[in-house]
Nanobody, 121 residues
Framework: QAHLVESGGGLVQTGGSLRLSCAAS???????MAWYRQGPGEQRELVAS???????NYADSVKGRFTISRDFGRDTRYLQMNSLKPEDTAVYYC????????????????WGQGAQVTVSS
């Protein structure tokens, strides 16, 4: 069974940086992944995504400030967040499309537990 563990959240001042990590276990391979966030009283929104080919896409609100990346040697994906603003305050969730079996192929979506990011003004 796939299991995602997030780390790296915390409290930071405006303009500061944080790096979130999302480590997968119990998977055969990782296809695509994405980071979402949900602010207080808001709906969950897509922040950034990364295809299996390494193509990254970002929400307009974070372009130029956030970078999604992967570690080829480990089943870990990252979200580097720079120039943080108070409006970035939210719980951040990673989501991966993972392979549970090769033959026959079996894929599933897995979610991390969420990491709180708080940006003070």
């Amino acid at each position: 069974q796939a299991h995602l563990v997030e780390s790296g959240g915390g409290l930071v001042q405006t303009g500061g940086s944080l790096r979130l990590s999302c480590a997968a276990s119990g998977v055969v391979f990782i296809n695509s992944m994405a980071w979402y966030r949900q602010g207080p009283g808001e709906q969950r929104e897509l922040v950034a995504s990364l295809t299996s080919d390494g193509v990254a896409n970002y929400a307009d609100s974070v372009k130029g400030r956030f970078t999604i990346s992967r570690d080829f040697g480990r089943d870990t994906r990252y979200l580097q967040m720079n120039s943080l603003k108070p409006e970035d305050t939210a719980v951040y969730y990673c989501k991966m499309r993972v392979g549970l079996r090769l033959k026959p192929r079996l894929e599933a979506d897995a979610w991390g537990q969420g990491a709180q990011v708080t940006v003070s003004s």
